[in-house]
């Protein structure tokens, strides 16, 4: 597909994914679900973090170990859906600050509308995780870290949950040096921009406000 793209296919995620899809799960069960996911995917996506080591004393003697380098982690969330993904994220990196991004899909043009934007100071020496969990035609996605770059972010990964070929390819286009990680890599979009065979709408599956 594009040389940014890893599809995360560990078989909890995939397993944990099915039921996501799967319209009667309500939505405090996909909450649940979706946490869970971010949190594997967090994994995944994290694990070319640097590392240095740290002094420190064990109950039986002092040495050298491994603790995270560089960069502080920074998360950005995709209003409103990217929050399902924040939560696990959290739990796993729990010291990252977090900032977020509003945009809204003007229905005709599926093109994206910024209406709130704010994170964290120094965002430029920040190693940023955007986001956001369907990746249906890129616009959104490839908006926010458009506008990260033009805040000052230059070390970025985009964080998805299910991603459309069309969006992947966009994506990948404008931002070449930005990874995405993703579970799944679906089949198309249909007309409206939704992802086949996708799992509906993500914020209204989360919130139940379908
Ligand atoms: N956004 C969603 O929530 N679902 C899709 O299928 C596409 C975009």
Redesign the pocket.
């Known amino acids: 597909m594009t040389d940014t793209l890893t599809i995360v296919k560990h078989p909890l995620i995939q397993h944990k994914l099915t039921e996501m899809r799967d319209k009667s799960t309500p939505p405090a069960q996909f909450r649940r679900l979706l946490r869970q996911i971010s949190f594997l995917l967090a994994y995944g996506a994290t694990e070319d973090l640097d590392l240095t080591t740290r002094k420190i004393e064990t109950p039986m003697e002092k040495g050298d170990f491994p603790a995270l380098a560089g960069r502080n982690l920074c998360l950005v969330s995709i209003l409103r859906?990217g929050n399902g993904l924040l939560e696990g994220m959290l739990d796993l990196v729990p010291e990252a600050r977090v900032g977020h991004v509003g945009l809204y899909?003007d229905h005709d043009t599926l093109e994206a509308i910024e209406y709130y934007f704010k994170v964290p100071e120094a965002i430029e020496e920040r190693q940023v995780f955007v986001v956001d969990?369907?990746l249906?035609t890129g616009h959104s996605a490839s908006a926010a870290i458009s506008r990260l770059k033009n805040a000052g972010a230059r070390h970025l990964t985009f964080i998805c949950l299910?991603a459309?070929p069309d969006g992947a390819r966009a994506l990948a286009e404008d931002h070449p040096d930005v990874p995405i990680y993703t579970a799944a890599l679906d089949r198309e979009?249909n007309e409206k921009?939704?992802?086949l065979p996708?799992?509906?709408?993500?914020?209204?599956r989360i919130y139940g406000t379908a």
């Open positions: 859906a899909r969990p369907m249906a299910l459309a979009l921009g939704y992802i996708g799992l509906g709408d993500a914020g209204d």
